[in-house]
């Protein structure tokens, strides 16, 4: 226990089937791009900003590495979580909850970066956060209105679905005020975790919104 507790509090490029992307490479630059282009889709959304200060990969070859139930609907959508959390993810896998959320016992992501900061342990303009970049099956998604907490799994179809022989549901959607939900933006349940496929750790710090990239480079803005 000492030595998992040890390695997760040390450098996160130490961290089993984790590895550090080089700045600068086509691979880093184009992750930074899909984060940051995922975070403007909201603007005004949030009164601050996420810049991308190191990218892991994750090759590890725990149950979340791989998809196992590919249907086509895949997503790649932010899991905000503090960073021991993100240590025992990476190396067990992602575990359903014991407390029950907004729609149920499942595992939640967001399509904002934005909103997944609010998951993390970071500190606003003092600590860096972690955020995990999955790749997420969700097969057919159930739209939700309103909570529905007492989910176990992915809801039911109606009868008149079942007799119409539809696909069962197999991840839930809670809709944002834009589409008639009561959520201040969207997210997305799954209630099996070999729908998720982990691929990179962002490492972000969360400033102003506004705030010029130079800004970190000239140290108008530094890690306390």
């Given at each position: 226990?000492?030595?998992?507790?040890?390695?997760?509090?040390?450098?996160?490029?130490?961290?089993?089937g984790?590895?550090?992307?080089?700045?600068?490479s086509?691979?880093?630059?184009?992750?930074?791009?899909?984060?940051?282009?995922?975070a403007?889709?909201?603007?005004?959304?949030?009164?601050?900003?996420?810049?991308?200060?190191?990218?892991?990969?994750?090759?590890?070859?725990?149950?979340?590495?791989?998809?196992n139930?590919?249907?086509?609907?895949?997503?790649q959508?932010?899991?905000g979580?503090?960073?021991?959390?993100?240590?025992?993810?990476?190396?067990?896998?992602?575990r359903?909850?014991?407390?029950?959320?907004?729609?149920?016992?499942g595992?939640?992501?967001?399509?904002?970066?934005?909103?997944?900061?609010?998951?993390?342990?970071?500190?606003?303009?003092?600590?860096?956060?972690?955020?995990?970049?999955?790749?997420?099956?969700?097969?057919?998604?159930?739209?939700e209105?309103?909570a529905?907490?007492?989910?176990?799994?992915?809801?039911?179809?109606?009868?008149?679905?079942?007799?119409?022989?539809?696909?069962?549901?197999?991840?839930?959607?809670?809709?944002?005020?834009?589409?008639?939900?009561?959520?201040?933006?969207?997210?997305?349940?799954?209630?099996?975790?070999?729908?998720?496929?982990?691929?990179y750790?962002?490492?972000?710090?969360?400033?102003?919104?506004g705030?010029?990239?130079?800004?970190?480079?000239?140290?108008?803005?530094?890690?306390?």
């Amino acid at each position: 226990m000492t030595l998992s507790v040890n390695v997760a509090q040390g450098p996160i490029s130490s961290w089993p089937g984790v590895t550090t992307v080089d700045k600068g490479s086509q691979e880093y630059e184009e992750k930074k791009d899909q984060f940051e282009a995922a975070a403007a889709a909201y603007p005004g959304m949030y009164p601050f900003w996420l810049q991308m200060q190191h990218l892991y990969r994750v090759e590890s070859t725990n149950s979340n590495n791989v998809l196992n139930n590919r249907t086509g609907n895949s997503r790649q959508l932010y899991h905000g979580t503090p960073k021991q959390a993100a240590f025992g993810i990476i190396t067990g896998g992602f575990r359903l909850p014991n407390k029950k959320g907004m729609f149920g016992r499942g595992i939640y992501f967001a399509d904002c970066p934005l909103k997944s900061w609010g998951y993390t342990d970071g500190s606003m303009w003092v600590r860096n956060a972690l955020i995990l970049m999955c790749s997420v099956d969700l097969g057919r998604s159930k739209h939700e209105k309103a909570a529905r907490n007492d989910l176990e799994q992915a809801p039911d179809r109606t009868f008149r679905q079942w007799l119409r022989g539809e696909e069962r549901y197999t991840s839930v959607v809670g809709d944002d005020k834009t589409s008639g939900g009561a959520l201040r933006l969207p997210e997305y349940v799954v209630y099996d975790t070999s729908r998720i496929q982990i691929e990179y750790i962002c490492e972000v710090k969360c400033v102003p919104a506004g705030t010029p990239e130079t800004a970190l480079q000239e140290g108008i803005i530094t890690n306390a």
